[in-house]
T-cell receptor, first 114, second 113 residues
């Protein structure tokens, strides 16, 4: 069965430090996409970063990078130089069909301390 | 700027009522989705649509139905609202090709009393 697991319900990080949010996935399909979304307390879902299963390099978008370890089926999000505005829920998600539905993890609530 | 608009941010209804949640996107996307979000469970797919008048069940369709009469509009219907349908509802859209990220609306926090 296809599944996304986020094992950290909540995390704290000091401002300006880096933090890693864990995500593991389970699939037997060789083609898939992995996404990370941020959800502030206001509720909207903000797309952060994407990694394709055939991508050779780890994806990066500004302060966000995705540590993709295909053999271990993990896709951890790394946020460098944390800011107070990074405090939010973070969701890892997977898609098997191009343009298709997403399977989400349970989410990790990140709190950035000043 | 691309936009997915949900008709209400907050909604309070009574058990047994028929409830309509509306979603409109201005990106000409073929694919549209309705998710439900509950603490500790992440987002779960209720229904989705790949084309006008087309719909497919997601993981938790019981108690819900949908309507897509126009490409830009995807409606979620609670046929007879129950208290266990109190939740956050999120609509999303995406293009049909490539692993494009879904664009989400701001969500509707629905309370069934």
């Amino acid at each position: 069965a296809q599944k996304i697991t986020q094992t950290q319900p909540g995390m704290f990080v000091q401002e300006k430090e880096a933090v890693t949010l864990d995500c593991t996935y389970d699939t037997s399909d060789p083609s898939y996409g992995l996404f990370w979304y941020k959800q502030p307390s206001s509720g909207e879902m903000i797309f952060l970063i994407y990694q394709g299963s055939y991508d050779q390099q780890n994806a990066t978008e500004g302060r966000y990078s995705l540590n993709f370890q295909k053999a271990r089926k993990s896709a951890n999000l790394v946020i460098s130089a944390s800011q107070l505005g990074d405090s939010a829920m973070y969701f890892c998600a997977m898609s098997h069909n191009q343009g298709g539905k997403l399977i989400f993890g349970q989410g990790t609530e990140l709190s950035v301390k000043p | 700027d691309v936009k997915v608009t949900q008709s209400s941010r907050y909604l309070v209804k009574r058990t047994g009522e028929k409830v309509f949640l509306e979603c409109v996107q201005d990106m000409d996307h073929e694919n549209m989705f309705w998710y439900r979000q509950d603490p500790g469970l992440g987002l779960r797919l209720i229904y989705f649509s790949y084309d006008v008048k087309m719909k497919e069940k997601g993981d938790i369709p019981e108690g819900y139905s949908v309507s897509r009469e126009k490409k830009e509009r995807f409606s979620l219907i609670l046929e007879s609202a129950s208290t266990n349908q109190t939740s956050m509802y999120l609509c999303a859209s995406s293009p049909p090709t490539g692993y494009q990220p879904q664009h989400f609306g701001d969500g509707t926090r629905l309370s069934i009393l």
